[in-house]
């Protein structure tokens, strides 16, 4: 029987080495290296097909062959692009390092999750999740502000060095990871049949639990559309902030401000426990769509608290509905539904950014 404490802190160690990165302005790294906006366009766009395509199988083999395996090989993805990236001579190599980057979020997505519940559930301990969710949600938000603020760093130093960082994360990740124990899923129980039979009865098991949970469904549409605005108005605030004459010097910290108001958010909805999930739904919708309304008013100060006020809704909605989420999954096809779910998110992105550029591009 293994130590559960022992277990979630594993995984928020690994966690902050998945998230922690030189690398996280790697549009600016791209552009200092002489490609063109569209070019970067291109690389983007290559990020979200791989991701829609993979991200159903990823949680699948998650599900059949263990979590800890496919975090492990989340890691070692992560190494091949960023050493494709330090090798990088000309726009297929850079897609390529991205296609590989993209695979090891999926890999990474369902699995983590769905490890940390089945494991708090083996130990009796499922109503810890949200504290759970919460703590992981305020270690990504501070990694992001991290990388962003090393962002000058990496481009000092330049981009073979800043993914050679990467890399070395990449090992003392693998070394985290190769110490957790396993929890959940078929190959923590009994499997018959050939390797491809077990995927297609998890897919099909799966997708039967969908076919029936329409409420499930609707959380995960609800959540993505909330997500989709605060993600897209943080990323587009990067380049109209400078825009509203915010000086160069603040950027950086007004980009890690933003990224508090999500940590804020994470600790906030722990305190709203008999708040119902409606209640929690309409409340939260409602900053982000404030911080997207104030982002008009090209008031640089302004734009700032909105950016702010939408990341807190949108994690303080992320959590309970990740809480929510895991309560109805079941675990032998639990890492195969959050990628449902991440997969969702990555439709709601490619509908909504082209409108979101229409929108931001207007005072």
């Not at 639990?209 to 605030?237: E, H, P, Q, T, Y």
């Not at 008999?274 to 100060?301: D, K, P, Q, S, W």
């Not at 309970?320 to 999954?329: A, S, V």
């Not at 979101?356 to 005072?363: D, P, Q």
């Amino acid at each position: 029987m293994f130590q559960i404490e022992e277990q979630i802190k594993k995984l928020y160690l690994s966690s902050m080495l998945g998230n922690l990165s030189l690398t996280g302005a790697w549009v600016a790294l791209l552009a200092a290296r002489g490609y063109s906006l569209v070019e970067i366009g291109i690389v983007e766009t290559v990020f979200h097909i791989t991701s829609l395509v993979f991200e159903l199988p990823s949680g699948v083999l998650a599900d059949v062959f263990g979590r800890k395996k496919m975090l492990i090989v989340s890691s070692l993805i992560r190494m091949i692009g960023n050493v494709i990236m330090i090798g990088s001579r000309n726009l297929s190599m850079v897609c390529a390092s991205i296609a590989f980057q993209a695979l090891s979020y999926n890999f990474a997505s369902g699995s983590g999750d769905a490890l940390a519940y089945d494991s708090l559930k083996l130990a009796g301990k499922e109503r810890y999740f949200e504290k759970y969710a919460s703590n992981q949600l305020i270690l990504y938000r501070l990694c992001g502000g991290a990388s962003t603020l090393c962002a000058g760093l990496a481009l000092l130093i330049g981009h073979r060095l800043a993914y050679g960082t990467d890399v070395l994360l990449s090992v003392l990740q693998i070394r985290v990871l190769a110490s957790l124990c396993e929890a959940g899923g078929q190959a923590d129980g009994d499997r018959t049949g050939g390797v491809l039979r077990n995927l297609l009865d998890c897919f099909c098991r799966s997708f039967a639990f969908l076919k029936d949970a329409r409420r499930a469904i609707g959380l995960m549409f609800c959540n993505s559309f909330v997500g989709a605005a605060d993600i897209l108005l943080l990323f587009f605030l990067q380049a109209k902030l400078p825009m509203a004459s915010m000086p160069n010097w603040a950027l950086g910290a007004a980009l890690l401000f933003m990224e508090l108001g999500g940590i804020l958010g994470s600790r906030l909805i722990l305190k709203c426990g008999r708040l119902r999930y409606r209640r929690v739904f309409l409340y939260m919708a409602l900053l982000v769509f404030t911080g997207v309304c104030l982002e008009h008013t090209g008031l640089y100060l302004v734009m700032t608290a909105g950016g702010f006020l939408a990341a807190l809704g949108d994690d303080a909605l992320q959590v309970r509905t990740d809480t929510m989420l895991q309560d109805m999954f079941p675990s032998e096809q639990r890492a195969t539904l959050i990628s449902v779910q991440s997969f969702t998110f990555s439709v709601v992105m490619v509908v909504l950014s082209p409108l979101a550029g229409v929108w931001f591009s207007r005072w």
